[in-house]
């Protein structure tokens, strides 16, 4: 069988069509993907951001040692807040759980008392550093 130059502009106009519209798609999901990386990387600097002025004010070697840690926190609570809220929101499915669990052990103490472990126990410094390390563990891609 032998084919025309109209059959052989069909079939070439075809397999042009077919790859256009798959290199489309690729292209599109491709974008989503890098979109979506994207908008985890800036919430996530945004997090580490949020946090870094009581991580270096809390730190065990080189924080300022009379500081109220109390107050600090509690002043910081709605910056904190916010951008955990913005991470959640980028980050998968399998891991919102076990981020939001380690955004509650930062902040709750027998389910409702804000804080009180910091200012209460034996080296607040130290734990708070250990619990804000547990929520920036996620920001890492």
Same mark, same amino acid.
């Given at each position: 069988?032998?084919?025309?130059?109209?059959?052989?502009?069909?079939?070439?106009?075809?397999?042009?069509?077919?790859?256009?519209?798959?290199?489309? /798609?690729?292209?599109? =999901?491709? +974008? *989503? #993907?890098?979109?979506?990386?994207?908008?985890?990387? %800036?919430?996530? @600097?945004? $997090?580490?951001?949020? /946090?870094?002025?009581? =991580?270096? +004010? *809390? #730190?065990?070697?080189?924080?300022?040692?009379?500081? %109220?840690?109390? @107050?600090? $926190?509690?002043?910081?609570?709605?910056?904190?807040?916010? +951008?955990?809220?913005?991470?959640?929101?980028?980050?998968?499915?399998?891991?919102?759980?076990?981020?939001?669990?380690?955004?509650?052990?930062?902040?709750?103490?027998?389910?409702?008392?804000?804080?009180?472990?910091?200012?209460?126990?034996d080296?607040?410094?130290?734990?708070?550093?250990?619990?804000?390390d547990?929520?920036?563990?996620f920001?890492?891609?």
């Amino acid at each position: 069988m032998q084919l025309g130059p109209y059959e052989i502009a069909l079939i070439a106009g075809g397999f042009t069509i077919i790859g256009t519209l798959l290199g489309s /798609f690729v292209t599109y =999901r491709f +974008a *989503l #993907h890098l979109s979506s990386v994207n908008a985890r990387r %800036d919430a996530g @600097r945004r $997090l580490r951001e949020a /946090f870094e002025p009581e =991580r270096a +004010a *809390l #730190h065990p070697v080189t924080g300022a040692k009379n500081l %109220d840690v109390e @107050r600090l $926190l509690q002043a910081s609570w709605p910056k904190h807040h916010a +951008a955990v809220s913005e991470l959640a929101f980028q980050l998968p499915q399998e891991q919102r759980a076990s981020f939001e669990k380690a955004w509650r052990d930062y902040y709750e103490v027998g389910g409702s008392v804000r804080f009180f472990d910091y200012y209460m126990g034996d080296n607040p410094r130290q734990k708070f550093q250990e619990r804000v390390d547990a929520i920036l563990r996620f920001t890492q891609i």
